[in-house]
């Protein structure tokens, strides 16, 4: 399975974009999800996180203007952002731990990253 994360772009200080991550194939569910990014010259961070029960967790960098979601219908996991910042400037990462079909392991898969630029 191939993550395609997308939704990524140049948005003014103060708006919103819905980062997407994406499946390449059917699978059976997806338990948790990671979306990380990393700054020009930083080390990557972690920003929020969905467990498969549910319960959702955020950086405090972006926890009341970030929310992530999971739609398994869809295979697709995504992170909306409100509010944005020029420090929210990064290329984004996913990651998910997903269960091909129902008797299969959890597998761990990473999306390509996708840049997003807050900027007036």
């Known amino acids: 399975v191939q993550l395609q994360a997308s939704g990524g772009g140049l948005v003014q200080p103060g708006g919103s974009l819905r980062l997407s991550c994406a499946a390449s194939?059917?699978?059976?569910?997806?338990?948790?999800v990671g979306w990380y990014r990393q700054a020009p010259g930083k080390q990557r961070e972690w920003v929020a996180a969905f467990t498969s029960g549910g319960a959702t967790n955020y950086a405090d960098s972006v926890k009341g203007r970030f929310t992530i979601s999971v739609d398994n219908a869809e295979n697709t996991a995504y992170l909306q952002m409100n509010s944005l910042k020029p420090e929210d400037t990064a290329v984004y990462y996913c990651?998910?731990?997903?269960?091909?079909?129902?008797?299969?392991?959890?597998?761990?898969?990473w999306g390509q990253g996708t840049l997003v630029t807050v900027s007036s």
């Open positions: 194939e059917t699978i059976f569910s997806i338990n948790n």
């Open positions: 990651n998910l731990e997903y269960r091909p079909r129902p008797t299969s392991r959890r597998k761990s898969a």
